[in-house]
């Protein structure tokens, strides 16, 4: 069974541009998150989604968005990059999603600097 | 709101050590689940184990124990014997069961375990 593929693995932009990350979860996940790791703030959760609707945030900027596709694929998009938005951009899928299910399982990450 | 702690930002032992990483947790839920996420120096999170509020019973995995007390709102980690392989940063989270905090997982700073030769 694949994994979750985070693409692509490492991306270098410049302030002031704007970034797409992609993730597909594992086949028959529906429920898919994003989070960000910074050395100084550690993982913070972006957001949820599950069945292409949004059904929790974290406390981002509106330059942080996503969305999902209906075969469960996601991408998370910022806009007006900052220096302070690079990190380690982490994806997990899930079956269900939240706390009711077994486990989160979580991509390789995608590894965003801004210049 | 929910908060996990992980006091110790790094461990260095030596191999074959027993080590013993510490989480301790806050949240007004009673129902929530606590889970042990193991991150190597590829980047990816590897999930562990996942524990529910309503199940104190302590679990052993191989080399693997974990140690749950609602008393003190902890979920400790030991690795007996531990190995050069076990080196990486393990990350203690938290997910409680309800309305919009539903869907996400809280983590702690993580702790780095160096497992020297």
């Known amino acids: 069974k694949a994994g979750v593929t985070q693409t692509p693995r490492y991306l270098i932009k410049t302030r002031g541009q704007q970034v797409t990350l992609s993730c597909s979860p594992i086949s028959g996940h529906r429920s898919v998150s994003w989070y960000q790791q910074t050395p100084g703030q550690g993982l913070q959760f972006l957001f949820e989604?599950?069945?292409?609707?949004?059904?929790n945030k974290g406390n981002f900027p509106g330059r942080f968005s996503g969305r999902q596709f209906s075969n469960s694929r996601s991408e998370m998009n910022v806009s007006t990059l900052e220096l302070g938005d690079s990190a380690l951009y982490l994806c997990?899928?899930?079956?269900?999603?939240?706390?009711?299910?077994?486990?989160?399982?979580f991509g390789s990450g995608t590894r965003l600097t801004v210049v | 709101a929910q908060k996990v702690t992980q006091a110790q930002t790094e461990i260095s032992v030596v191999e074959k050590e027993d080590v013993t990483l510490d989480c301790v947790y806050e949240t007004r839920d009673t129902t929530y689940y606590l889970f042990w996420y193991k991150q190597p120096p590829s980047g990816e999170l590897v999930f562990l184990i996942r524990?529910?509020?309503?199940?104190?019973q302590n679990e052993i995995s191989g080399r693997y124990s974990w140690n749950f007390q609602k008393s003190t709102s902890s979920f400790n980690f030991t690795i007996t014997a531990s190995q050069v392989v076990d080196s990486a940063v393990y990350f203690c989270a938290l997910s409680i069961n309800s309305g919009g905090s539903n869907y996400k997982l809280t983590f702690g700073k993580g702790t780095l375990l160096t497992v020297n030769p």
């Open positions: 989604y599950f069945s292409e609707t949004q059904r």
């Open positions: 524990r529910n509020s309503f199940d104190e």
């Open positions: 997990a899928s899930s079956s269900v999603g939240g706390a009711l299910n077994y486990g989160y399982t």
